[in-house]
């Protein structure tokens, strides 16, 4: 209440006293409120603050030592439950159809080669010449149990088909004679001789003047150094078969 009275009284004195006293008015006494003003426009957003922490991006620093040296693995982990069986394949291609059967066919060679070897092993002598084994055990016969001798072993009676087998046979000795009965025959036909398939002969090794069918009566051939000559086939002479 003071105040308002003291204000008063120095109104009066602004009237009427210096200008000293104004300025003391307007500092010491309230005034009344005016009327609100219109609203001004907004200004322009003002610029992102920075804090005062943040500063540039320094320089990259150097490459720190490695921590250190790869530790050695660990121990395996127990073995996982067993899955369930999968699905059938598609079938093999042609690759595999075809390797199949050539292992399928080098078996079967090697296990025929395998018999044979071993039928060689069961007679006292044999020659090997290419691909084929002369054997013998030392036996005589006439031509037919000649034959029936080698059936009987798996064989055939030999038949030299070259010069190389020729010698070889003819290299082949025994305790009495030379001569040895080959698979050739003119019995169907004189004159026209042919291997025990019925085949016509591809070499012959005759001896000369031979064959000559002596008396009418020889449709057997034999090998005598080297050489042949056709024979009675009952006449007993060495058995060699060929395998």
């Keep these: 209440m003071l105040k308002h009275y003291t204000c008063a009284a120095v109104l009066l004195l602004i009237a009427f006293g210096p200008d000293d006293l104004s300025a003391a008015s307007e500092s010491s006494c309230p005034a009344s409120a005016g009327v609100p003003g219109t609203p001004g426009h907004n200004g322009s957003p003002g610029r992102d603050g920075r804090d005062a922490r943040d500063g540039l991006p320094g320089p990259k620093g150097e490459k720190g030592d490695p921590v ?27 690759v595999q159809s075809t390797i199949m059967a050539k292992l399928q066919s080098d078996v079967k060679y090697l ?69 040895v009965y080959i698979g050739a025959t003119d019995i169907y036909e004189e004159g026209n001789f042919v291997d025990m398939t019925n085949q016509p002969l591809t070499f012959t090794k005759w001896k000369e ?35």
Excluded at 70 to 78: L, V
Excluded at 212 to 223: L, Q, R, S, W
């Design 209 to 243: 003047n031979e064959p000559n069918d002596y008396n009418g009566a020889e449709d057997c051939v034999v090998i005598v150094e080297g050489l042949w000559n056709d024979i009675n086939c009952t006449h007993e002479k060495h058995v060699v078969c060929e395998l």
């Design 68 to 94: 250190g040296a790869q530790g050695p693995p660990g121990k395996m982990g127990p073995a996982g439950p067993k899955g369930e069986k999968g699905n059938s394949g598609p079938p093999g291609s042609d």
């Design 111 to 179: 296990t025929d080669r395998l018999a044979v070897v071993e039928k060689v092993f069961g007679f006292s002598m044999f020659k090997k010449v290419g691909k084929k084994f002369f054997v013998s055990n030392g036996l005589v016969a006439n031509f037919l149990k000649a034959h029936s001798i080698c059936s009987d072993a798996g064989a055939k009676i030999v038949l030299p088909r070259n010069e190389d087998e020729n010698n070889a046979l003819a290299s082949m000795k025994f305790n009495s004679g030379t001569s």
